[in-house]
């Protein structure tokens, strides 16, 4: 147990519709992550937060995806009008003090008709 | 644009070989490296950390750190069928840098 849910574990949507995603930390942790993982690669950095406040975003999340993490505990990742180029797992982890080891949830594998 | 380059494999050993998987990142500042496994269909589980430079054992793993040469490689001796799955290789620069950049990951399959 790496002490983070996610949910939905599995979600098929068709092209154009909009999806949420949600982390949900069992305990307090100030850093949360979302990465992507699509087959045959490793996990890809999409956004992190501190806290409340949302640090750092990679080139990767284009302005039809957005991430909240509105009282700095559990977060959300939203993606509008999903294309098939977004079926891919999309993983939470949360980062061990002091090394930064990141801890994976479950993930959500989000398949794109 | 920081670079971590796997061999994807797949690699393929006889139970109770030593399985080797090398991993090279092109951020000369990096600080910190790890290894995670991870089974298909599941997210990925930490193996180890590695900083400084020489090996780390734990168990039937060993990580061997070189910076000058930039590269890091994971030992796993009496390997296991359960062994079988995708190792991926993760390195954090240094400089307050929150963000590890990840392989693409050796797929390793060890059979009886």
């Known amino acids: 147990d790496t002490g983070v849910s996610q949910d939905p574990r599995h979600k098929i949507t068709k092209r154009g519709q909009n999806v949420t995603f949600r982390c949900d930390p069992i305990?307090?942790?100030?850093?949360l992550y979302w990465y992507r993982q699509t087959l045959g690669q490793g996990p890809e950095f999409l956004t992190y937060?501190?806290?409340?406040?949302?640090?750092?975003k990679s080139r990767l999340l284009s302005d039809r995806f957005s991430a909240e993490r509105p009282k700095g505990s559990f977060s959300t990742l939203e993606i509008q009008r999903t294309e098939q180029g977004d079926s891919a797992m999309y993983l939470c982890?949360?980062?061990?003090?002091?090394?930064?080891?990141?801890?994976f949830g479950p993930g959500t594998r989000l398949t794109v008709l | 644009q920081k670079e971590v380059e796997q061999n994807s494999g797949p690699l393929s050993v006889p139970e109770g070989a030593i399985a080797s998987l090398n991993c090279t990142y092109s951020?000369?500042?990096?600080?910190?490296f790890f290894w995670y496994r991870q089974y298909s269909g599941k997210s990925p589980e930490l193996i180890m950390f590695?900083?400084?430079?020489g090996d780390k054992e734990d168990g039937r793993f060993t990580a061997q750190l070189n910076k000058a040469s930039q590269y890091v490689s994971l030992l796993i001796r009496d390997s296991q069928p359960s062994d079988s799955a995708t190792y991926l290789c993760?390195?954090?620069?240094?400089?307050?840098?929150?963000?590890?950049?990840f392989g693409r990951g050796t797929s390793l399959i060890v059979h009886p």
């Open positions: 982890a949360l980062p061990d003090s002091p090394t930064d080891t990141q801890y």
């Open positions: 305990s307090e942790h100030n850093r």
């Open positions: 937060f501190q806290n409340e406040a949302q640090l750092e």
């Open positions: 951020d000369r500042g990096s600080q910190s």
């Open positions: 590695i900083y400084s430079n």
């Open positions: 993760a390195v954090k620069g240094g400089g307050g840098s929150y963000i590890p950049t």
